[in-house]
């Protein structure tokens, strides 16, 4: 199969769903591979974290939005995620990511372990509560996350629910290919989502608290630091991209590790590998599938010459099970030494929260495996028709009966995964 009809294919609702194999079409080809006259994929991992590091690549531009995507301005979507730090480059990326930067320090990081584990707890508890299966993904893999981003923007508990319908809504926005009736469904998610945050903004700029929130209004209020739109844009990014990523690594984890259930059981009696464990899953079924730059000077990767003004789409996924880089990528082993997936990108974009979602799944997972050993998939698992963001839509469980009391310690950010 050649690369465009293989690029058809991942396009396709099949593809979407299962792109691994594909992606193999497409590695057949190369680690970068030409798919139209300024259209390159890149699916080798080595390849791809250079890419990502290199500064004659950037994100899309106002001048090439406009020239690919005329009135975009008029798109309530394109114009909230264009405006963020997720879709600039420098200067202005690194002025609004400096902003951010201080509510994902490392030693604020570790401060919310606990905070963490204890929601974690309470949901597990309502799972036990619940009669019959339960929806992994509303009763656990949303809330927990979307309940710590919430926490440090400062938005209200109560208001906590109706996030997952707008988040869903937008972010039909990142997909590679987009119908019109999918971008009005993405506008209507960014337009209430722009209309949420103007009024929290409202409230702390009357009253201030220690919140991001009100930290990014005081650097708005405060000068040119911050535009308007930038303001509005990036606390919509912080909200969405706080939870979604996060929200499907809970899932798509926990059907890995429901899987392979000796690996599981280890996760179970031994928490402090945790971190292993999270990277290897990370790897093995990203919940972020693709990024994409354009070229601003000649490059030339995997004996491929990119020329300037190339659109380059950076199959994180496929990179992740690159097997110049992984051996037997397709098999999940929690024990693979130097895991390093590409996930969260790389470079300059890295994920501002990658800690954050790290530190969350660690605790969950172990947790989860812990408290209820008889977790099991309770039916047919609904996988949501994305492609960039892959997760589940449903997820149904059979949660069990919970393991007797025991002792366990806790798993210390940053602490130590499996070894071999």
């Not at 970068?32 to 500064?55: K, M, N, S």
């Not at 919430?150 to 290919?177: I, K, N, S, Y």
């Not at 605790?363 to 047919?380: C, I, S, Y």
């Amino acid at each position: 199969m050649d690369p465009a009809d293989a690029l058809a294919l991942l396009m396709s609702p099949e593809g979407r769903v299962d792109p691994y194999p594909t992606y193999e079409l497409l590695r057949a080809h190369g680690p970068v591979v030409q798919a139209g006259p300024v259209f390159f994929v890149v699916t080798g991992y080595a390849e791809a974290d250079a890419i990502l590091r290199d500064a004659r690549f950037g994100v899309l531009d106002d001048a090439l939005r406009d020239q690919f995507m005329p009135g975009w301005r008029e798109s309530p979507a394109i114009l909230s995620i264009s405006r963020s730090m997720l879709r600039t480059n420098p200067p202005d990326h690194s002025r609004m990511r400096r902003l951010a930067a201080g509510a994902f320090t490392p030693r604020r990081i570790a401060t919310m372990h606990d905070v963490v584990r204890a929601q974690a707890d309470e949901l597990v508890d309502a799972m036990l509560a619940a009669e019959g299966p339960v929806d992994f993904m509303a009763g656990f893999a949303y809330p927990l996350p979307v309940g710590v981003i919430c926490a440090l923007l400062g938005v209200p508990a109560a208001d906590r629910p109706l996030f997952r319908r707008w988040a869903t809504d937008l972010t039909g926005v990142l997909e590679p290919e987009i119908t019109e009736e999918e971008l009005a469904v993405a506008d209507r998610g960014a337009s209430e989502l722009r209309a949420y945050f103007t009024e929290l903004v409202a409230a702390r700029r009357r009253a201030p608290a220690d919140d991001l929130t009100s930290a990014l209004v005081q650097a708005h209020d405060g000068g040119d630091r911050l535009s308007g739109d930038e303001l509005l844009a990036n606390l919509i990014v912080l909200l969405v991209a706080g939870f979604e990523t996060t929200t499907n690594l809970l899932g798509n984890g926990l059907v890995a590790l429901l899987e392979h259930p000796r690996a599981a059981a280890t996760l179970a009696e031994h928490p402090e590998f945790a971190p292993g464990y999270v990277d290897e899953l990370l790897r093995y079924d990203s919940p972020v599938q693709l990024t994409s730059r354009m070229s601003t000077a000649p490059a030339r990767y995997g004996d491929v010459d990119l020329p300037p003004e190339s659109w380059v789409i950076v199959m994180l996924g496929a990179a992740n099970r690159d097997p110049r880089r992984y051996p037997e990528p397709a098999r999940f082993d929690p024990w693979r030494p130097q895991v390093h997936p590409l996930s969260f990108g790389a470079g300059p974009h890295y994920c501002l929260g990658a800690a954050l979602a790290r530190l969350e799944a660690q605790v969950a997972f172990p947790l989860l495996l812990r408290r209820l050993p008889g977790l099991a998939v309770a039916g047919r698992p609904e996988r949501r028709v994305r492609l960039t963001l892959r997760g589940h839509a449903t997820l149904p469980v059979r949660v069990g009966r919970e393991a007797s009391p025991v002792t366990v310690p806790g798993t210390p950010p940053g602490s130590a995964g499996p070894t071999p």
